[in-house]
Structure formats: C-alpha cells, structure tokens
C-alpha cells in the first residue's frame, strides 16, 4: 500500500508539472515563433476554458468505467499528446486549428487537476494514513506550481520554448505510463446500472445535498475568486513599492510557503474541517499584513506565511472530499470541485485585471478580505442549522 501511494506522488507530480509547465511554454513558444504572446494566451484560455463543461462528465465516467486504468491512463494520454501536437502547432498551424487541440486536450484536464486525487482514496484506507497521504498530495500541486515553470524556464534558456514545451508532453506520457500501474480496483458490475445522465445529476445533488460538501466547495470558490487574482496583484504590488521585477519572487514565495504547510500537516495531521477554516483566515490576516508592508522586502516573509496557510487548505479541501463523498461519486466530487475552483480562479483573474487602476495595496487587501468572507461563508454553510444534511444521502450510496 505503501509503495501504491510512493507511486501514486511521482505520477501526479509528473502529470502536474506538465499542466502547470504548458501555461509559460505555450506562452514563450508563441512569443518566440510569432513575436506576440497573444496566440500564446488564446492557447492557455483554451486548455483551462474546458475544465468548468468537461469536470462533471469526466468524473461520472470514471466512477462508471470498469477499469480506472484504462481511463486514466487514456485521459493522461491525451493531455500528453495535445501538449506534443501543440509543439508543431503553435506559431505554425492556422489558429482554429491550433486551438481546436488544445481544447481536446483541456478536455483532459479535469483528470490531470482534480481527478487523480481522488485516487488515493482507493489507495488508502479512511484514518491518519488517509489525512497524510491527502497533505501529501496537496504538497505535490504545490511542489508542481514551482518546478513546472522552472523546468520550463532552464529548459528554454538551454536551447528553445520547443523542447522546454517537448519536455512537458513527455512528463504527462510518463505520468500516463506511471498510472497504469497503481493498483486499480475494477468496478463491480451491478443489477442496475444508472444512466450517464443519472450519474451527472447525481454527483451535482451529492455535492449540494452533502453540508460538508457544499460548504467547502463553496467556501473555496469564492476563495479562488481572491486567489485567482494573486499574481496579477502581486506584480502590481512589487510595482508599486519600485521593484516590478520582484513580483516572481513574491509569487515563488507564496509557492514555498505552500509546500511547507503541506508538509508540516502531512507530520501532523489537524482534523479538516477544522483545518480550513483557520487556514482560510490565516491566509487572509497575512495577505492583509502583507498588503500593508512598506517595501517587497518586508512583504517576502509574509508572502511566505500566507503560502503556509494556503497548502494546508487544499489538503483540508481533498480530505474533506474523499472522506464525504460516496466511493462511487468520488471521482465526480472531486473533479467538478477542481473544475469550479479553476472557473473562480480565472474569473478572480478578469476582475484583478478590472482593478489594475486601483492602488496596488488596495487590491491586495480586497484578496485578504475575500478569503476572510470564504472563511465566514465556510463556517455558515457547515452549520447544523443551515439547512440541508450532514452525511451523504442513502439515495447515493453505491
């Protein structure tokens, strides 16, 4: 079991670093071949734009296929050869057909951002192994969201944004060759099989009818709503105070801080609700500090504290998912809540680029205060008196 999760880590770092790699290859190989970013971005809106339609449905047939492995291994596939078509593409092809794979291969996405982590469920038994096993987990999206651009970065100023993009289609194929030998449980067959459209409307009835549930999805995406525009405050921020080159070294210490967090909770595991709930209000209390630090250097080892808090959340979010959600659901649970966070993320992107009139400190401090209100909204949604149940309904139990 043991050596399933090992396994488990090495094929989601792999598969996550090729999602969070693309974004700055695609952007450098359209800059490079086309002088513009511009079809760059159009090729980034279209990989992340499927997330938010294609979550639910690749969650229902992953909890309907009898054999996971071929479905994971065929999602992680495709994700792997979109990345390699976009190599040839991008700066080549005619645009609608450049963006035509990308969105094939954001179609594959859900699986790659939500859908692997729900997984280890199935690799390891409720309990403490469970909870470390998901801080883990969480520690590998952060560990991704730093190595991801970075091997992009040297691998460009090595030679080229082609190989460095070449580089992160290969990780995603081992990522799809790794996952087809984790220890997959085949699905029993049953008297009566629910239809597709049954178990789509029933994956989205889970999430609402299940207090848990609900209130943590929720609860982060309004968060990611404030997330979602970090960067483009922070190098606004880093702006501000007169260093504009600063705002990536702010960013990577968030990052670092994150992976640290997760770290930590993976020694020490918190119970998770109670877990997100302080997590969301000591992310908040340290970018609100931080939103009034005098310069980036005072503003660095807040970023970091913030970062601290935020890698726990998302360990608290996975734990709080697979512990809730039906075995059978789970991989919808767990890929319409990625979907949906990716969405409020993005939208929280738009609207920090709406606000870039703003004084930069502003803008941060309305980031602080959007995670102080999910903090809030979290602890009203899961209360007893809000209306609504407290464990899954029998109707959605397999």
């Not at 952007?27 to 760059?40: F, H, N, Q």
């Not at 005098?294 to 807040?302: D, E």
């Not at 980031?367 to 464990?391: D, E, F, K």
Request: aromatic share 4%; glycine share 10%; net charge positive.
């Amino acid at each position: 079991m043991l050596a399933g999760v090992r396994l488990y880590l090495v094929t989601a770092l792999l598969a996550r670093l090729a999602e969070e790699g693309v974004a700055v290859a695609a952007v450098l190989l359209a800059l490079d071949r086309a002088g513009s970013a511009a079809e760059g971005a159009f090729v980034l809106t279209a990989l992340m734009a499927p997330h938010v339609f294609a979550a639910p449905l690749a969650g229902a047939l992953a909890g309907r296929v009898r054999s996971p492995r071929v479905f994971y291994t065929g999602a992680l596939a495709g994700f792997a050869l979109a990345v390699e078509a976009l190599v040839l593409l991008v700066g080549r092809a005619p645009l609608p057909v450049t963006l035509a794979v990308a969105l094939a291969g954001g179609c594959c996405g859900p699986v790659v951002s939500g859908g692997l982590s729900g997984l280890l469920a199935v690799l390891v038994p409720a309990g403490t192994a469970r909870d470390r096993a998901y801080a883990l987990d969480a520690a590998v999206f952060n560990a991704a969201s730093v190595t991801g651009p970075l091997v992009v970065t040297v691998v460009t100023g090595l030679a080229s944004p082609a190989p460095a993009m070449a580089v992160v289609g290969a990780a995603a194929a081992c990522a799809a060759v790794l996952v087809a030998l984790l220890p997959h449980r085949r699905q029993q067959d049953t008297e009566e099989r629910p239809t597709l459209r049954a178990d789509l409307m029933a994956g989205l009835a889970v999430v609402w009818r299940t207090r848990e549930l609900r209130a943590i999805t929720a609860a982060t995406c309004l968060a990611f709503l404030g997330i979602g525009g970090l960067t483009a405050a922070t190098v606004l921020f880093a702006d501000a105070h007169g260093s504009p080159g600063a705002g990536g070294a702010l960013v990577t210490a968030f990052a670092v801080g994150a992976l640290i967090g997760s770290l930590a909770v993976a020694r020490r595991p918190v119970p998770a609700p109670r877990l997100a709930g302080l997590a969301m209000l000591g992310l908040g209390l340290a970018l609100a500090v931080a939103a009034l630090a005098p310069s980036v250097t005072w503003a660095a080892p807040l970023f970091a504290l913030a970062g601290l808090f935020d890698g726990p959340l998302l360990s608290a979010t996975l734990r709080i998912r697979a512990d809730h959600a039906p075995p059978r659901l789970r991989p919808q649970v767990f890929t319409l809540g990625a979907g949906l966070k990716i969405t409020a993320a993005s939208c929280g992107s738009a609207v920090a680029g709406l606000c870039a009139g703003l004084p930069a400190p502003l803008v941060l401090l309305g980031i602080a205060v959007v995670q102080a209100a999910a903090a809030v909204l979290y602890a009203v949604v899961r209360s007893p008196r809000t209306r609504g149940t407290a464990a899954v309904p029998e109707a959605f139990t397999p």
